[in-house]
């Protein structure tokens, strides 16, 4: 199951020194059709760019508030990115986190990353905290270089350190950029885009069932031991 095409996408560095913004920009700029952009703070001149509509909220705006602007902007736009400029674990002044609204919205997470040594060990920790929270979640790296083999997901896409110097060409080269995220995934890379979500019916039925046959043997044994035991001790 590869990411939406249409509606809302959560953003987040997975650090302050991640240049996370482009890749925003870029998913905004790939849009089919228009995009619309949330922004927490001042709006950066890049998002202002790529994005047909710009909305700008207080930091510290409330989770129902920003749902429904989420929801507003969805109605009449193609795309739409929210900028949650946070760690997916920790409030960003308003007590939800970018997996809070991810799951208001019923949005997946782009968790964008650097290169530097502890990127990939960042990266893992976002993925696992949107795992445990259901949570579909894709990775997006920035610069270039770095070793991303041991992650569960294959890039969704990778962004070159010089992408400034594109200019007037950067709409064009950013559906290079993140190509994959669009539904083309190269086939050499058999890993899914995103995180696994939560398991299908069939899946969590089995896993039931397969547990209750385990209990259930383990459970027998006890009573043939203790049965055996027990008429062991009246004979003796």
């Known amino acids: 199951m590869s990411l939406p095409v249409r509606g809302p996408w959560v953003v987040t560095p997975t650090s302050s020194t991640v240049d996370w913004v482009v890749a925003a920009a870029a998913l905004a700029a790939t849009a089919d059709g228009t995009a619309a952009a949330v922004v927490f703070g001042a709006v950066p001149e890049l998002i202002d760019a790529q994005a047909a509509e710009v909305v700008q909220l207080p930091v510290g705006t409330g989770l129902d508030a920003v749902a429904a602007v989420v929801a507003d902007l969805c109605a009449r736009h193609h795309r739409v990115v929210v900028l949650v400029d946070a760690w997916v674990v920790a409030p960003p002044g308003a007590g939800w986190t970018a997996a809070d609204l991810a799951t208001a919205v019923r949005a ?27 949570v579909p979640g894709s990775v997006i790296v920035v610069g270039d270089g770095g070793d991303f083999d041991a992650l569960p997901v294959r890039l969704a896409g990778r962004i070159p350190a010089d992408h400034a110097a594109y200019g007037d060409r950067f709409a064009t080269e950013a559906a290079h950029w993140v190509d994959p995220l669009d539904g083309r995934p190269p086939a050499a890379d058999p890993r899914p885009v995103k995180t696994a979500g939560p398991a299908d019916p069939q899946t969590r039925l089995a896993r039931r069932a397969a547990w209750t046959l385990a209990v259930s043997f383990l459970l027998a044994l006890v009573l043939l031991w203790l049965c055996h035991g027990y008429g062991y001790s009246a004979y003796t």
């Open 108 to 134: 997946p997470v782009v968790v964008v990353t650097g290169t530097d040594a502890d990127a990939t060990g960042h990266t893992m920790l976002f993925l696992e905290a949107l795992d445990r929270r259901q």
